[in-house]
């Protein structure tokens, strides 16, 4: 008797596996979602989740804590105007209008994990703004869901490319969730 897997490799290829979640969402629902689409929303999780850690770490040892939110939401709502803006521009270049138009949509919906980064830590600094949380709990919360974010990405993306989870995917993840963090930091210094 073959193990699943290899009957299940024989049976598909990884172009033909099913893709589920939220990062591989597709509409119309019965379409694949292809490799160019799936390595958009990479892209913009990762650039989105850096931006937010960046813009969670800006606040935090704030003695007021009452715009904390704002400053995030507006970091994330700011970052995903910018990246579609960025797009329709680049995107341009060899396409006849018809064929941008029917990209923009699709980067428009590729660009929606820059906003999902920001919801937890959002909603955790409304919270704070409430006085509903302890501030350092609520920044380490806030914080540590971006990282656990960024170091989810190896996750991703071998889902989204049909392969098996390995400790190398964890290890990578672990290093991309270790540069996010990096380059947040430095984005910080370097700004304020």
């Known amino acids: 008797m073959r193990p699943y897997d290899s ?6 290829t990884p172009e033909q596996r099913p893709v589920f979640g ?17 390595r958009s929303r990479i892209s913009a999780y990762v650039y989105g989740n850096i931006l937010v850690l960046a813009a ?4 935090v040892g704030a003695h007021d804590h009452d715009k ?3 400053v995030v939401l507006a970091a994330v709502l700011t970052t995903y105007i910018a990246h ?5 521009v680049g995107e341009r270049l060899g396409r006849t209008p018809r064929e941008h138009a029917g990209h923009l949509r699709q980067e428009i919906r590729d660009a929606v994990p820059i906003l ?5 830590p959002t909603l955790i600094f409304a919270g704070l703004a409430l006085h509903r949380f302890d501030p350092l709990a609520a ?6 869901l971006v990282i656990l974010r960024l170091a989810a990405t ?13 400790a190398a995917t964890l290890w990578s993840g672990i290093g991309i969730a270790v540069t996010g963090a990096v380059i947040a930091l430095i984005k910080v210094k370097l700004s304020h």
Do not use: C, K, Y
């Open 56 to 59: 969670v770490i800006g606040t």
């Open 139 to 144: 920044e380490i919360a806030a914080a540590g």
């Open 154 to 166: 190896g996750l991703a993306v071998e889902r989204l490319s049909g392969r098996r989870t390995s």
């Open 22 to 38: 939220p990062l591989s969402r597709q509409f119309p629902a019965d379409q694949p979602l292809d490799e160019d689409r799936a």
């Open 84 to 88: 579609i803006f960025a797009h329709n």
């Open 116 to 120: 999902s980064s920001g919801v937890a």
């Open 68 to 70: 904390s939110w704002l």
């Open 7 to 12: 009957i299940m490799t024989e049976l598909q």
